[in-house]
């Protein structure tokens, strides 16, 4: 299939379709135009500086990709299982890229049939869950690929002590060749042991932050490894790249989301964003969505210090699954949601309908059309649906779910965070909020660095926890 452009249709975001009470007014955009055209400039003006070093990721890998292509052919050959270790945005890419592009039951297949090793990505300290991780690899047979930018983070650096101890006890010597590891040039432990230890290894660049990273070597060594043309991938984030390159918001599909989504949150107190892709493959591009929007987003300050509370709250959601389950809410509840439809025009596969049941009539009329066109009416009616009640929803068509149609859908998510940022004013790129979690956690669990022992302190003024509260 030759490479075709994803498409946004806001129709039914907009006033015309929804009145003015509900709807956006096409004079709102435009009277934010010059607006979204100073955001497009800022982004412009600052790529490939700061933490914008992702926008070039499509143009400035030729080399790393070469290697990436080396390595995934190696562990291929020689690895039966290959396990991701992190977290956030060093394993929902990952795992969104691998649903998205291989087979939805991948690892049960035959090996004959795989396009590579069985592939996990672990990104939780659920011990039941390295335990049942266990259960299933031989570590004799599994490449571990520990990806972490910051080589700090606690969950995936223990994981590492786990993997590489059971290395040591069960392969011996050689056991370095078991591990992959993913991290910044120079900064963080992982860089050490990468040093120490002799690892293959591969860089996340500068200005390539978790969220932004998947068209780095943190996504796009396991898509390599299990057969998905990373090529492809890189050459639909440039297409859409190119496709945002205007600052007329009516020409930059990017700039039109971002304004919209301003629209909606700062006037119109729409602060719920669900992502309702009608397709299993893209079940966790919705994750991947919800981590981007809401980690960039939710800020409590400007960039010039300004005390703010903004972020619309990203929600995923399955189509056609959710229909029953959250649709009734999302109908008929407050007016504080937006609905972004992820369409898929043409599926990979058919599943035709057989003709029976002639004596029930409603369910007789199924037979002979297939869960393709079911799939795609039950879109239209819950679009439809939502119309009635004067809920605002969009969509993004995808011809088909390729290589290319994902490296665009990426891309294109990415730059609307980014120009959101400029809308909002804040930082997209920072998450001082989690912060805050990660330093109370070090200090429970008893980490001596003084900074840990005075948040000990701190967290001690906590009010005492009352037992009437506790039933
Ligand atoms: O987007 C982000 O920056 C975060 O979600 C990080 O990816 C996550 O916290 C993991 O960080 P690190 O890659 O440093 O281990």
Redesign the pocket.
């Known amino acids: 299939m030759e490479d075709k452009l994803i498409r946004l249709d806001v129709n039914h975001m907009m006033a015309d379709m929804l009145g003015l009470q509900c709807g956006v007014n096409p004079a709102e955009v435009d009277a934010l135009a010059v607006f979204a055209k100073r955001a497009q400039e800022n982004v412009a003006a600052k790529r490939g500086t700061g933490m914008l070093g992702w926008t070039e990721l499509p143009y400035n890998q030729e080399e790393v990709v070469e290697k990436l292509l080396n390595v995934a052919a190696h562990v291929r050959e020689k690895f039966d299982a290959f396990v991701v270790l992190?977290?956030?945005?060093?394993a929902l890419g990952p795992i969104a890229i691998q649903q998205a592009l291989n087979h939805l039951h991948y690892n049960e297949l035959p090996k004959a049939k795989r396009n590579g090793p069985r592939l996990y990505v672990e990104d939780n300290v659920d011990p039941e869950r390295m335990a049942a991780l266990l259960d299933v690899i031989d570590p004799k047979t599994t490449c571990f690929n520990v990806?972490?930018?910051?080589?700090?983070?606690a969950e995936?650096m223990s994981q590492y002590l786990i993997v590489s101890d059971l290395l040591k006890r069960e392969v011996g010597e050689g056991w370095q060749e078991h591990i992959i590891a993913t991290t910044d040039e120079s900064r963080?432990n992982l860089i050490k042991l990468v040093k120490s230890e002799g690892f293959e290894s591969f860089v996340?660049p500068n200005g390539v932050?978790?969220?932004?990273?998947e068209m780095c070597p943190v996504g796009l060594l396991a898509a390599a490894v299990c057969g998905i043309d990373i090529r492809a991938m890189l050459r639909g984030a440039a297409m859409m790249d190119e496709a945002c390159k205007s600052s007329d918001v009516w020409k930059n599909p990017a700039l039109l989301e971002a304004t919209l989504q301003y629209i909606c949150s700062e006037e119109m107190g729409v602060n719920v964003h669900v992502m309702m892709p009608y397709a299993d493959s893209l079940r966790y591009i919705a994750d991947w969505f919800c981590?981007l929007w809401a980690?960039s987003l939710g800020k409590n300050v400007t960039r010039k210090g300004m005390a703010v509370n903004v972020g619309q709250t990203p929600v995923k959601s399955l189509g056609v699954t959710d229909q029953h389950s959250q649709l009734q809410l999302y109908t008929e509840g407050p007016y504080d949601k937006v609905v972004t439809f992820l369409k898929v025009e043409n599926y990979r596969a058919e599943t035709k309908i057989p003709h029976g049941c002639e004596e029930i009539p409603d369910v007789a009329f199924l037979g002979g059309k297939s869960h393709n066109q079911l799939i795609q009416a039950e879109r239209v009616g819950t679009e439809y649906a939502l119309y009635r009640a004067g809920r605002m929803s969009q969509t993004i068509t995808l011809p088909e779910v390729n290589a290319n149609t994902i490296g665009q859908l990426l891309y294109f998510f990415e730059m609307t965070t980014a120009y959101m940022g400029e809308f909002l004013d804040i930082d997209a790129f920072n998450?001082p909020g989690?912060e805050e979690s990660k330093l109370a956690s070090f200090a429970v669990l008893g980490h001596p660095a003084e900074k840990f022992a005075k948040k000990r302190d701190e967290m001690a003024t906590q009010p005492k926890e009352k037992d009437k509260y506790i039933l």
Do not use: C, D, L, N
Not at 86 to 90: Q, T, V
């Open positions: 992190g977290i956030g945005g060093s990806i972490t930018k910051s080589g700090a983070t995936t963080g996340i932050g978790g969220r932004f990273s981590q980690e998450q989690v």
